[in-house]
């Protein structure tokens, strides 16, 4: 049981460049998440999804996209990296999107736009 | 609007000594409450949560946290320290009837631990 897996580690992208962080869990859960980690910010919430084929806007949805055709992969799509996306991303799960419910973190890709 | 405050961005202890980390939250509502620690290079793991009942409430790693409602506050507490609880810690508020599991983290508490 892997639990919440992210790749790549580190990433360093150019202006503009296009990419993917891709996230996976293997414990069934139906609800994944995606933050942004910034110094003296805390995390805070991009997207989400309740289940496979449902997804939803958090708190800073600008600038990325995401899917969810498998319980199991949850991937965020930067289409046009800006400095601003410099960031730690961290992807979490849980059981259910009840609020009570555990959310497991993975453990997170640094990614620097130059 | 919803916000949790940690007023000490870092803290050092010495090894054996007790461990404070205050959090402060303002919600209108009830809330559910966390406590996550991050190791450096790792993620969050959680250490404790409080969504009703006992307000004195135990976690892992000899950590626990006191609800205290007329204060908003949500301490964390931990009788005494060893280096390996050198770590950030971010407390967190989950708001209710959202629909979706939305958590208001703190800006973390980096804990150092002396020898």
């Known amino acids: 049981n892997a639990g919440v897996t992210q790749t790549p580690k580190f990433q360093v992208l150019k202006t503009g460049q296009s990419m993917t962080l891709q996230c996976a869990q293997d414990m069934n859960h139906e609800y994944m998440s995606w933050y942004r980690q910034d110094p003296g910010m805390g995390l805070r919430l991009i997207h989400y999804?309740?289940?496979?084929?449902?997804?939803d806007q958090g708190e800073v949805p600008n600038g990325y996209n995401v899917s969810r055709s498998t319980t199991e992969d949850f991937p965020l799509r930067l289409l046009s990296a800006a400095p601003s996306q410099t960031s730690v991303y961290f992807c979490?799960?849980?059981?259910?999107?009840?609020?009570?419910?555990?959310?497991?973190f993975g453990p997170g890709t640094r990614l620097t736009v130059l | 609007a919803q916000s949790v405050t940690q007023p000490d961005i870092h803290i050092t202890v010495s090894e054996g000594a007790s461990l404070e980390l205050r959090c402060n939250y303002s919600?209108?509502?009830?809330?559910?409450l966390f406590w996550y620690v991050q190791s450096p290079g790792q993620g969050l793991q959680l250490l404790l949560k409080y969504f009703s009942g006992d307000t004195l409430v135990q976690g892992i790693k000899g950590f626990e946290a006191e609800f205290k409602r007329s204060q908003s506050s949500f301490n964390l507490r931990k009788p005494s320290v060893h280096w390996s609880d050198a770590a950030e810690y971010f407390c967190?508020?989950?708001?209710?009837?959202?629909?979706?599991?939305?958590?208001?983290f703190g800006t973390g508490t980096r804990l150092l631990v002396s020898p």
């Open positions: 979490a799960s849980s059981y259910s999107s009840g609020s009570t419910d555990t959310q497991y």
């Open positions: 967190a508020v989950g708001l209710m009837n959202t629909g979706f599991q939305k958590l208001v």
């Open positions: 999804s309740v289940g496979a084929g449902i997804t």
């Open positions: 919600y209108g509502a009830t809330p559910y």
